[in-house]
């Protein structure tokens, strides 16, 4: 019998991604108590594994956000000139 952990992934503009995290095999027809259930290191290297995703995918996501913030330009209150969206926030901060 297989198991497997999967992560769905759901961005508000962007198609839904499915990504496996984990499978576990457990011999069909046999269950003793060592086989029942996941052991510390299957528990362990999924998460993990689910760490990694997710951290991945947030980092990917704040990167294409600042990216498209990066590029619109912005005019500047104290000179009037056209700044980078970055620079121009930390004028105004």
């Known amino acids: 019998m297989r198991f497997a952990i999967q992560l769905v992934i759901d961005e508000a503009d962007s198609p839904i991604k499915t990504q496996e995290i984990a499978s576990f095999d457990r011999v069909d027809g046999e269950l003793s108590i ?15 594994a689910l760490q990694v995703v997710i951290a991945n995918a947030q980092v990917m996501n704040y990167s294409s956000s600042n990216a498209r913030m990066r590029a619109i330009s912005f005019r500047s209150p104290t000179t009037g000139t056209a700044t980078a969206g970055a620079s121009c926030i930390r004028t105004l901060r």
Not at 34 to 48: F, P, R, V
């Open 34 to 48: 060592h086989d029942l259930g996941l052991a510390m290191t299957e528990a362990k290297s999924a998460l993990a």
